[in-house]
């Protein structure tokens, strides 16, 4: 269920030694841990930031979504953590809504949740409900640079932290990367950040242009999964 608006949650990452994004998951966790040791990232030390969509479609979808207790990652909320939300948290629906919540997502690639063993799906709700918790607006601080991390889009040409924007186009919005395919030069740039870094969109390689990166490589689909460094873009 989308709310009315959102507004973003701050989070200072000059403790990490290198900063990187990674493109959707939708249940790639053994892809994104080989790439993870084909560039050396440190799980120690180092931070791996996700653009949502971490579930769905994929191999293993319960152990991608176990990343969110990871120490070492964080990741907004895409609309397939929120379609899973929808599907099987108490958020107050009669039983025909949630029925029909539960379909969309099943036919989305949620059908993964009801075929595991009750235990494991009783732990995938677990997880689910702590998805509500995921940002739909990230905003990080590093040395000295404001990046914002969305899933789909940030609606509005100036920045602002405490503005609230709608929940449904930051989630699903393809306004913007259409604007830009179709040269509007003024969609390139979003004034009050320095970088903006956002999937939903599948592409063959990452769109980089003004401040802003589009960096779902459509990994699900056979495709490369993208990870690019923030001191990178």
């Not at 999937?199 to 056979?222: E, M, Q, W």
């Amino acid at each position: 269920m989308f709310k009315k608006t959102t507004i973003a949650t701050v989070f200072n990452a000059d403790m990490y030694n290198k900063l990187f994004f990674v493109g959707d998951l939708h249940g790639e966790r053994e892809l994104l841990e080989s790439e993870l040791d084909k560039i050396g990232f440190d799980k120690e030390h180092d931070l791996l930031v996700g653009v949502g969509d971490l579930i769905d479609r994929g191999t293993d979808s319960l152990w991608t979504l176990e990343l969110i207790n990871e120490p070492w990652f964080k990741s907004v909320r895409g609309n397939h953590e929120q379609m899973a939300i929808d599907a099987v948290c108490d958020l107050g629906y009669d039983h025909r809504e949630r029925g029909n919540r539960k379909g969309h997502w099943m036919n989305e690639g949620g059908i993964w949740f009801w075929q595991l063993a009750p235990e494991q799906r009783a732990f995938a709700k677990r997880l689910i409900n702590q998805c509500q918790q995921l940002p739909l607006i990230l905003e990080l601080h590093r040395h000295g640079k404001k990046i914002v991390v969305c899933h789909a889009d940030y609606p509005l040409n100036e920045y602002v932290t405490s503005q609230p924007v709608p929940e449904i186009n930051i989630l699903c919005s393809r306004k913007r990367i259409r604007a830009i395919r179709g040269g509007d030069n003024e969609s390139i740039i979003i004034n009050g950040a320095d970088l903006f870094v956002f999937g939903h969109t599948s592409l063959r390689k990452p769109l980089i242009i003004g401040n802003i990166c589009y960096i779902d490589t459509g990994a699900v689909f056979s495709n490369k999964l993208t990870i690019i460094e923030a001191s990178a873009i």
